[in-house]
């Protein structure tokens, strides 16, 4: 029996509970990257729902609390981490800017929109890690303007062998809300997947490329 207390298994119950995260193995979605999952994710809907807003807002606040205490700017990741870290931002009463994936092409060509200076320590946020290494361009633009970069919060991480390694790789700390292991438990629990899913999903945490290779 499931210990709705536990903030991380909350969290997993109101993504399911909305769609925010949606289970198919039988059949699978088609991520960017061309590969097949079991697993999709949209963590922009939690902010259509004012409870769950409320809620992750400030299980972001209590996590940046307690892993990195004082920080001067928080950053959010575009786009997804936008939203969600303006409402970080705003409960901690800190400055905010944001990172795209890439400089603009015209205007003043920021990346990092926003103001922020050189020596200041920034926590970035994001909704949702896959292997990291777009969120992690957030953190290479922070680090070129020369800030100290704490490390990165996230609600959701498909807890993938490569995004650890990159995160190891790269010198940045990771924490998130929740993540697969618990979401999985959750959709067990409330008898979102058959026991038959979840064998299947479990074999997708495993080996994610064996899985999609298997149904291409």
Not at 21 to 36: C, E, I
Not at 78 to 95: R, S, Y
Not at 106 to 135: A, F, R, Y
Request: proline share 3%; charged share 25%.
């Amino acid at each position: 029996m499931i210990n709705y207390n536990d903030s991380r298994h909350q969290t997993a119950k109101f993504l399911l509970q909305i769609k925010a995260v949606k289970l198919s193995p039988d059949n699978p979605f088609t991520w960017a990257s061309g590969r097949k999952s079991p697993i999709y994710c949209d963590n922009r809907l939690t902010l259509s729902y004012p409870e769950i807003r409320t809620f992750i807002r400030q299980r972001y606040v209590d996590m940046i609390t307690e892993q990195f205490g004082e920080v001067d700017v928080i950053a959010g990741v575009a786009t997804g981490g936008i939203a969600q870290g303006a409402l970080v931002a705003q409960e901690l009463g800190k400055p905010f800017v944001y990172v795209r994936s890439e400089a603009k092409s015209h205007g003043l060509t920021n990346q990092i929109e926003g103001e922020i200076h050189e020596g200041q320590s920034v926590v970035v946020i994001e909704d949702l890690v896959s292997t990291g290494k777009s969120s992690l361009v957030a953190v290479d633009a922070l680090r070129a303007k020369g800030c100290v970069v704490k490390g990165m919060v996230a609600i959701f991480s498909y807890m993938l062998d490569v995004a650890d390694k990159n995160f190891k790789d790269a010198d940045v700390r990771l924490f998130t809300l929740t993540d697969y292991n618990c979401l999985i438990e959750v959709a067990k629990e409330e008898t979102y997947v058959s026991e038959e899913d979840m064998a299947s999903l479990a074999d997708w945490r495993k080996n994610p490329e064996k899985w999609s290779d298997d149904r291409l």
